[in-house]
């Protein structure tokens, strides 16, 4: 990209961060990261959840404020659900931590990181970053097994105790912005019912469901994903489709399969579906501290439906 182009963006993003809430509640303030009214400061939890067939239905995703879709070894996917305005009784199943998940969770600040552990060769990455972790080893009541689920699909954990636990592990921050802007529906955009996302081997589909406000999140073929507790699909307002480039990380699966690192500093192709359309965008984050600027063709922010986020961490090629 020419300097120039680079130089407005960066303006803009900086206005970006700068620029008030949009739909504040009674209480004055709105959550930075789903845009709907806040009554307390609870940490943010962030917990690596599994997203094979195995995996599924999930627990407690469907009460998450964001929830990323990372590439995962093999062309699969795994989810790091953020939690901060709802925490479920139980969440899961709980998986290991990835390369990527830190690099993600440093717009954050310092959130807790729950995970059922990681390669040997990450081990010093996890130490150094700003995050409370919280695992089996260093939380164990937090954390049980399902008896009726095989392992390694089968460890939930409570979220209040792993956020009690992330006090010893030098506590878990109240959420700050890390980029979303929300307000009205803008002008423009592409009528969309349907979004098929593809992940490597991985499939995302998202259907728009009018009647509940939500895009419908359906892996692959296996329709949509009623929680493991009842009740409506898992959804989202708003799925920030964000292309990223990949690199080779240094671990690998038990298969010897390398697991990719999702770059998301820099800059790139974005799409934002909300309210049954399509905007395309573009997204700006310069350094891992700070927040992702999601731009519009005129070079202002493309604002979010209020309510949860999906962001589809999309490899590019």
């Not at 803009?12 to 004055?28: E, F, I, K, Q, R």
């Not at 995962?72 to 996917?77: K, S």
């Not at 423009?188 to 895009?215: I, P, S, Y």
């Not at 800059?267 to 600027?293: K, N």
Request: some cysteine.
């Amino acid at each position: 990209m020419p300097r120039g182009l680079r130089v407005v963006l960066a303006v803009v993003a900086a206005a970006v961060v700068a620029a008030p809430l949009a739909g504040c509640g009674s209480a004055g303030r709105a959550s930075p990261l789903t845009g709907l009214p806040v009554t307390s400061d609870r940490p943010v939890l962030a917990v690596k959840v599994d997203n094979s067939p195995a995996g599924r239905p999930w627990t407690g995703v469907e009460d998450a404020d964001v929830v990323y879709v990372e590439p995962v070894e093999g062309g699969t996917t795994r989810l790091l659900a953020v939690f901060s305005s709802r925490l479920p009784a139980s969440v899961g199943p709980v998986r290991s931590a990835r390369e990527s998940d830190v690099t993600v969770l440093a717009a954050y600040g310092h959130p807790a990181l729950a995970f059922s552990g990681s390669a040997p060769e990450l081990a010093p990455t996890l130490a150094g970053a700003p995050i409370a972790a919280v695992t089996p080893e260093t939380a164990a009541p937090a954390f049980h097994r399902d008896p009726a689920r095989r392992a390694p699909s089968n460890l939930y954990a409570d979220p209040a105790a792993l956020l009690s636990a992330a006090g010893s592990a030098g506590g878990a921050s109240p959420p700050r912005d890390v980029g979303f802007r929300f307000g009205a529906l803008p002008p423009g955009g592409d009528v969309v019912r349907r979004r098929d996302v593809a992940f490597g081997t991985a499939e995302l589909v998202l259907t728009w469901d009018a009647v509940r406000g939500r895009w419908i999140v359906e892996p692959g073929a296996a329709g949509p994903v009623v929680p493991a507790t009842g009740g409506d699909p898992v959804g989202a307002a708003t799925v920030l489709v964000q292309h990223v480039t990949t690199r080779p990380s240094a671990i690998r699966d038990a298969a010897g399969a390398v697991s990719p690192y999702a770059v998301t500093v820099g800059e790139g192709a974005a799409e934002v579906l909300r309210d049954g359309r399509s905007f395309p965008a573009r997204w700006s984050r310069p350094t891992p501290t700070d927040p992702t600027a999601v731009l519009g063709a005129d070079r202002l922010p493309v604002p979010f439906a209020a309510g949860p986020v999906w962001v589809l961490l999309v490899p590019d090629g």
